[in-house]
């Protein structure tokens, strides 16, 4: 039997600013029509300032990734005792499970931060899994390079290169980069779900040997479910990104940075959360200071 490829409408990003350091390209799990499941948000952002008080995250990984473009280090702080640098071209992948707290943020003098905030959902019987963190390096990364292309492979797996990163579930992050006239092809497992993101530039999208065709400017992805491959051109020079994991097919609740099987979990991880289970952390007071001061200033 023939399978039939779904592909979302193409969605532009929604602009979002908070306070004066935090300004992003947002996209969330339902403009896709559920094709980018287990995704389920993804900021493309610029930050220069401290924005955000340490907050709670439950049932999902909190991923970062921070472009190899950006002038200044991401600063993780978490209820693990994890802290330090998110450095250009990190991966940082925070397993939130059953609870834990976290912040990050730009540092130092005139900081400028260009990354990627990306909430993966965790399946049910994954969500209340020990919290944890994993961090792969830039310099660990693998490149697949040919005439045109270059995909550096954050996560999962491509075009024969695998990421060192262990996770806690399948899933492929891949941040490409094609020159005019040049072409990349990513093969898709049966069963997942891909979004594709035009970062800068204007993508020629097809899947599955032309069976489908779109054009992704700045800023606008998409998603497909079913499609055995994602081939990517451009006429002109173009930075994309490509996430991709097994769709879960399961209900969900979502509560802010929380994000539960049913209703009444997710009031238990609220309560867990007011008890205290989820740790606590308390920044250093230099940088609480900046952040007070940031805040205060929007």
Request: a negative charge.
């Amino acid at each position: 039997m023939n399978k039939r490829i779904s592909v979302s409408p193409v969605v532009a990003g929604h602009e979002m600013r908070i306070g004066q350091g935090f300004n992003a390209m947002h996209f969330a799990e339902n403009d896709f029509q559920g094709m980018i499941d287990l995704v389920v948000m993804l900021d493309h952002f610029h930050m220069t300032a401290p924005t955000f008080e340490p907050h709670p995250h439950a049932g999902i990984s909190a991923v970062t990734y921070v472009f190899e473009d950006s002038a200044s280090p991401h600063h993780n702080y978490d209820s693990l005792g994890n802290q330090g640098p998110i450095q250009a071209g990190d991966l940082h992948w925070f397993v939130a499970g059953r609870g834990a707290v976290h912040t990050e943020q730009p540092e130092g003098e005139n900081p400028h931060v260009h990354a990627l905030q990306i909430f993966v959902n965790l399946p049910a019987a994954q969500k209340m899994m020990t919290p944890y963190a994993v961090h792969v390096d830039a310099a660990d990364m693998p490149v697949h390079q040919a005439p045109g292309v270059r995909v550096r492979v954050a996560a999962g797996e491509s075009q024969g290169l695998r990421s060192p990163a262990q996770l806690p579930q399948p899933f492929t992050l891949l941040d490409g980069f094609l020159e005019a006239g040049g072409t990349f092809e990513h093969a898709v497992p049966a069963g997942w779900n891909a979004m594709i993101y035009a970062v800068q530039g204007t993508l020629g999208v097809s899947m599955d040997a032309f069976a489908c065709s779109q054009q992704l400017g700045a800023g606008q992805a998409l998603g497909t479910s079913e499609a055995s491959a994602v081939r990517l051109t451009a006429a002109d020079s173009a930075h994309f990104v490509i996430l991709s994991g097994p769709a879960l097919r399961e209900p969900m609740v979502k509560h802010g940075p929380l994000v539960m099987n049913t209703l009444e979990q997710m009031n238990e991880r609220l309560l867990a959360y007011r008890r205290g289970e989820f740790g606590r952390l308390e920044l250093p007071t230099s940088q609480a200071d900046h952040l007070s001061a940031a805040t205060d200033g929007a």
